[in-house]
């Protein structure tokens, strides 16, 4: 048969002989393997075999874990409705509840087909509207237009892995409810509008010309699709026959023969069949456009002289040219693209002017075309997540896809949306959520996994090593649970590299090794509670309970408690005796600096590693608690730009904490030229300086969930290595404080160095991250101009004022250290020195955050990198 229609859209499939071949199965009925149909709220384990289809009905118990059973009001109980009616699942205060929909065939076609009857089941007598969804894609809005009348919505779409999911949308017009669900496998070749990208929403399906009543379904439909009767006796006259209709050869659509064996004719054969529909906007589809489907098959065995010959148009274009039926055989005209029109279709069939007969047609299908092109996240981080979910029983809002759509992603979840790929699960927060059990290591199966917060539970048992195997795992926080055993090796490794900082205070047993645990309960009611942790971790455990103990001895004068079994060569390595500190510094031979509670000494380890040993003077009762304080954050604490804590001191000789040397010596040193031999920092060494110390501030301040604030920041408290890279030094001031309380914490005792404190500290006592945040900009102009905070030049002037009066005259050269000799970008010592100031603005609300501070700082590397103006050798 030629297509003589000029119609693109319109597409025939060809006549040929033979049957579509159907499975039958030995009792006569098609196959229904696959077929899943749930009657949703019934109760569960329950089921039973419908009357109709003889097909049987599940509860939908096994299907979902949300929502609640309802039994329609007494009124609606009515013999005619199928016994799915009788009974609902209703989803209230959820924004999302889902069906999972397992075992099916990635790659395969389905029909989807849930109902509705409201039936006034929850007694507001007020019909809902919500929408529904196939997964991540929006399906339709379910309007109830009246509390008996049941609603039907059906798609036919490809599914890409092995399960589906249904879902129920609350979109604030009523609380969401499901009847029933369907699920039917449809053969790959049939529906060929409906591929991996789209499917196809059902908006009608109808039977010409049965007058009583009749729906067709399975058996008599394969694929158990609802064909509703439709006719008008007042236009059309049914035709129908007893003989069987066969489908052409490769059919797309297997019309049941049951449909087909009806047909109508316009009652004045003169006259067109014409029928229409209004077009039915949605929140997503505001303009939908419609497929559809004309079946014919001709009923009646014709004269020879007889032609029975049509046209068809819709909305008055022609679309299909002199058609004739093919003798009970029925074969479709169907669109292979969209019908567009405003608001209203109109199908005409009519008689051609050969045509010895009048038109005829005997089913129609209309659906509008949804995308199911939006992909789910990696279906690896949904199953990871799903037996996470399972694991922990977690009460949230946990339901369809963890990161898609957007809108309705999971609480406590963030996704990294790529172009080309699928969303994956970046960031997982569970803190506060109550959970009990172990680490399940199934947070391991999550790969792009960075942040991981699982702090203020009861979560126990170990730490499982795994964790260290994700490579993009930046940030773990376990404070605040009951885990036991130590840090794993692989995660020391990752936190010793700085690739992972991970926080685990206030785990009471969490400790190297079991005996350790329990002299680590004995101390519990000390006035200090140390957390117990392992980084360089092990070391600095087993140093602060030491020191502890030294602390309770010198008190208690008797106790003799000590750690025993430490079972690490190495860490006995660090638990240095006064002796050895002694030969370490060669008699504490050259001092290397003075810090808040006592002189800094040039050492070594026996292996030649060069260490700084911090020596508490004994005196110092006040220093007493701030070496504490050190010690106590340095356990948590671990960055690449922080200095690195190797040991301690446990002898009752002394008190004492053994640092990485830093060979570069103080930032202050390096822009004095004290240290003259290595010559001035260059312009990009200064960029890269600011950006290292800016970084350990930031994640002071940002990467824990417990911040800290570091009290103290000055050029002397930032250490260069031979490599210049500066890390952030002398925690002695440092305070933690948890971003539940206060922003702020009011101190009995101002601490901190003249020339950095910001105005609010100094008359309010009052200190925040913006506090760090002014004295890093005091930094700043330090590291451009190369001048001390205040200077004697002659009258005392801060340096804030200095560079802001050489601004204001428009000169950049004037601000610059002139040692740098030109070799920088003025553009961007302009945006630096604007940092700086913006970091010393009076306000501390117009001050940046850290973050802030480094991503400007980054940007003034790049720019400089990029304009070529640094002479800079590294
Ligand atoms: C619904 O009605 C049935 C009996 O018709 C009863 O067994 C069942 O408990 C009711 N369910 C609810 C949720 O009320
Ligand atoms: C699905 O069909 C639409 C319309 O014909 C087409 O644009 C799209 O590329 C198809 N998708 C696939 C995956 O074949
Ligand atoms: C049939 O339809 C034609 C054209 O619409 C009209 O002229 C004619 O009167 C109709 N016949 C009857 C019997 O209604
Ligand atoms: C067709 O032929 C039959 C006889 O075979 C005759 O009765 C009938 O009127 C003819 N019909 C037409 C439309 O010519
Ligand atoms: C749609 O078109 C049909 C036929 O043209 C007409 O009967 C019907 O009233 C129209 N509906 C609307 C809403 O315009
Ligand atoms: C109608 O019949 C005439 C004469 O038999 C023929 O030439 C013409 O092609 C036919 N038209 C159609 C649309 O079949
Ligand atoms: C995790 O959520 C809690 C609130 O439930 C919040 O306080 C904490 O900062 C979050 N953690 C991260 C890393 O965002
Ligand atoms: C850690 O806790 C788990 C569960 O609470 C327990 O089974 C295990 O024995 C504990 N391990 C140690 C070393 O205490």
Known sequence: MAVRSSCSLLLLVLAGAGAGILSVHGDGTPDSTGFLSIDCGLPEKSSYVDAATKLPYVSDAGFTDAGYNRNVSAEYINPSFTKRYLNVRSFPGAKRSCYTLGSLTPGSKYLFRATFMYGNYDGLGKQPAFDLHLGVNFWQTVRIAAADSPEIAEVIAVVQGDSAQVCLVDVGSGTPFISGLDLRPVKGALYPQANATQ???????????????????????????????????????????????????????????????????????????????????????????????????????????????????????????????????????????????????????????????????????????????????????????????????????????????????????????????????????????????????????????????????????????????????????LTGNRLNGSIPPGLLKRIQDGSISMRYGDNPNLCSKGDSCETGKKKSNSMLVLYIAVPIVVFVVVGT?????????????????????????????????????????????????????????????????????????????????????EAESLTKIHHKNIVTLIGYCKDSGCMALVYEYMSGGTLKDKLRGRDDSTGSLTWRQRLRIALDSAQGLEYLHKACSQRFVHRDVKTANILLDGNLDAKIADFGLLKAFHRDEDTHISQTRVVGT??????????????????????????????????????????????????????????????????VQGGYDANVAWKAADLALKCTEQAPEQRPTMTDVVTQLQECLVLEDGSGGGRDAV
């Open 199 to 477: 499917g196809l929403v059902l908006h009608a399906r109808r039977n010409f010309g049965p007058d009583e009543v009749a729906v067709v379904r399975y058996p008599d439909d394969p694929y158990d699709r609802v064909w509703l009767p439709w006719s008008d006796p007042a236009e059309w006259k049914e035709i129908s026959t007893a003989e069987a209709v066969k489908g052409v050869v490769g059919s797309l659509f297997e019309e049941p023969s049951t449909v087909m064996q009806t047909a109508i004719v316009p009652l004045n054969a003169s006259k067109s069949i014409d029928f229409s529909w209004d077009a039915e906007p949605s929140h997503v589809y505001p303009d939908p456009g419609y497929i559809c489907m004309l079946h014919f098959a001709e009923l009646q065995r014709l004269d020879s002289n007889a032609t029975r010959q049509f046209d068809v148009t819709i909305n008055g274009v022609p679309w299909y040219h002199a058609y004739t039926p093919l003798y009970l055989t029925s074969d479709t005209i169907y669109s292979g693209g969209l019908h567009r029109s405003s608001s209203n279709y109109s199908i005409s069939i009519r008689a051609t002017a050969n045509s010895t007969l009048p038109p005829t047609v005997n089913a129609a299908e209309v659906f509008n075309v949804i995308s199911t092109a939006s992909v789910g996240t990696d279906v690896q981080d949904v199953a990871a997540i799903t037996a996470i979910k399972a694991n922990y029983q977690v009460k949230k809002n946990w339901m369809g896809d963890p990161c898609v759509p957007k809108t309705l992603s999971w609480d406590g979840l963030s996704c990294s949306y790529g172009i080309s790929s699928p969303p994956r699960i970046e960031s997982v927060n569970l803190s506060f959520s109550g959970l009990s059990g172990d680490v399940s290591f199934y947070f391991a199966k999550l790969k792009a996994l960075k942040y991981l917060d699982l702090s203020h539970n009861k979560l126990t048992g170990s730490i499982p090593d795994v964790l260290s195997q994700l490579p993009s795992l930046m940030v773990i926080d």
């Open 545 to 629: 309970l030491a020191l502890l103990f030294f602390f309770m001895r010198r008190k208690k004068a008797k106790s003799s408690v000590k750690p025993r079994d430490v079972n690490d060569l190495q860490l006995k390595n660090r638990r240095f005796t006064y002796s050895e500190l002694k030969a370490m510094t060669n008699n504490f031979h050259q001092e290397l600096g003075k810090g808040a509670f006592g002189i800094v000494y040039d050492g070594f380890l026996k292996d030649k590693t060069r260490v700084a040993v911090k020596l508490m003077s004994e005196s110092s009762k006040q220093g007493v608690g701030e070496f504490l304080t």
């Open 754 to 819: 003249q020339g950095y404190f910001a105005p609010e500290y100094v008359g309010a006592e009052r200190l925040t991250e913006k506090c760090d945040v002014y004295s890093f900009g005091v930094v700043l102009l330090e590291v451009i101009t190369g001048k001390p905070a205040v200077m004697h030049c002659p009258e005392p002037t801060h340096i804030i004022t200095w560079v802001r009066q050489r601004l204001s005259r428009g000169s950049i050269e004037d601000v610059v250290d002139a040692r």
